[in-house]
Nanobody
């Protein structure tokens, strides 16, 4: 059974940094596309960043130059380093796994709040 567990969210002041982690179990992690999404009340969940098994990355325009996605296949973990955080980054952040067979799995989410 595939499980994704996010951690690292919290309250941070504008301009600060956080690093989110997502540990995956029950799948061949290194072959899967991993992504971070975020959602605020009343809005659709949106892509923040994704990374393929080969390390190719994609970013939303709103986070380019501030956020970095990375993965450690030996630890079955994907990270999202978030720098220069803004109040607009406040959201619940979700980890998503897409397998080579097209199956999609989501984590439970972790709250990120950017406020002074």
């Amino acid at each position: 059974q595939v499980q994704l567990a996010e951690s690292g969210g919290g309250l941070v002041q504008p301009g600060g940094s956080l690093r989110l982690s997502c540990v995956a179990s029950g799948s061949r992690f290194s072959l899967n596309v991993m992504g971070w999404y975020r959602q605020t009340p009343g809005k659709q969940r949106e892509l923040v960043a994704s990374i393929t098994g080969g390390g190719s990355t994609t970013y939303a325009d709103s986070v380019k130059g501030r956020f970095t996605i990375s993965r450690d296949n030996a630890k079955n973990t994907v990270y999202l380093q978030m720098n220069s955080l803004k109040p607009d980054d406040t959201a619940v952040y979700y980890c998503k796994m897409t397998t080579m067979g097209g199956w999609v799995y989501w984590g439970q989410g972790t709250q990120v709040t950017v406020s002074s």
